[in-house]
């Protein structure tokens, strides 16, 4: 079944800092790829993620998911209708950057507090192969950014700045010591589709 189709790889594993390859134009749009689009959403959901990036399930292609549902892990984070990015190529919208909590399925039960920009607009092909826009803000533009440096052999881990490295931890920890893992942010959490 789906949920063993796949396996998380996990920090340290090589195949996490391997650029990802383009999705083919044969490829685009295609019933296979629609397949397995469906098989890592459920996967995604399974394991509780935000968003997942093919590279952490070794599919070296440029293919990204997003949803937010009810999330335990992100209670406050608003729903996020299932997406696919495939090949993104991302533009930042503004210089304001925000600083908040990242967890990734590939550091498990980990946390570290990143800086990413507040507003960004990707330019992808969904599921169907049609070329798309969409502009993302505050914790949607920070999933972006986090589920596209997979693609490029990027972990959040290698963003945290030297002077934060001291927050790093585990998420029991973090949490007991009262700090906001909840992706909540001064941007909030939105979404527009351009295309
Ligand atoms: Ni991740």
New binding site residues.
Partial sequence: MAENAFNIRVIGDPGLREPARPVSDEELGSESLRALIDELAEFMRSSQGL?I?AP?VGLKKRLVLMEVRDNPRYPKTPPLPLLALINPSLRPLTEQQERAFEG???IPNMRGPVWRTASIAVDFFDAEGQPRSFEFDGPFARIVQ??LD?LDGI??FDRIKAEDLKDFGHERALQAAGVDLTLSRATPAAWRDLS
């Fill in positions: 968003g990036a952490q990734c399925l590939s986090h589920e997979h972990l959040y």
